[in-house]
């Protein structure tokens, strides 16, 4: 599974669908940048209380696609 298609499948998993969500992945051998579009209207899902929706969904990522992405 590669980046991109975690993100997707966790917005999936939130109620959107793949036509509202776009996911752009900037991998550059210092960092791995990521950005995700979504609805106006659902920024708030993502972000959460004080952003702990958007630490716990970096930290997801991080576990999951360590050994792809190694300390990135």
Same mark, same amino acid.
């Given at each position: 599974?590669n980046l991109?298609t975690?993100?997707t499948?966790?917005c999936?998993?939130c109620?959107l /669908? !793949? @036509?509202?969500?776009t996911?752009?992945v900037?991998d550059?051998?210092?960092?791995?940048?990521? &950005?995700?579009d979504v609805p /106006? !209207? @659902?920024?708030?899902?993502?972000?959460?209380h004080r952003?702990e929706t958007?630490?716990?969904? &970096?930290r997801?990522?991080?576990?999951?696609?360590?050994k792809?992405?190694?300390?990135?």
């Amino acid at each position: 599974m590669n980046l991109q298609t975690f993100v997707t499948h966790v917005c999936n998993h939130c109620g959107l /669908a !793949e @036509d509202q969500v776009t996911v752009a992945v900037d991998d550059t051998p210092d960092k791995v940048t990521i &950005q995700i579009d979504v609805p /106006a !209207e @659902d920024v708030g899902l993502f972000i959460g209380h004080r952003g702990e929706t958007l630490a716990a969904l &970096q930290r997801l990522a991080r576990i999951i696609l360590r050994k792809e992405y190694d300390e990135r």
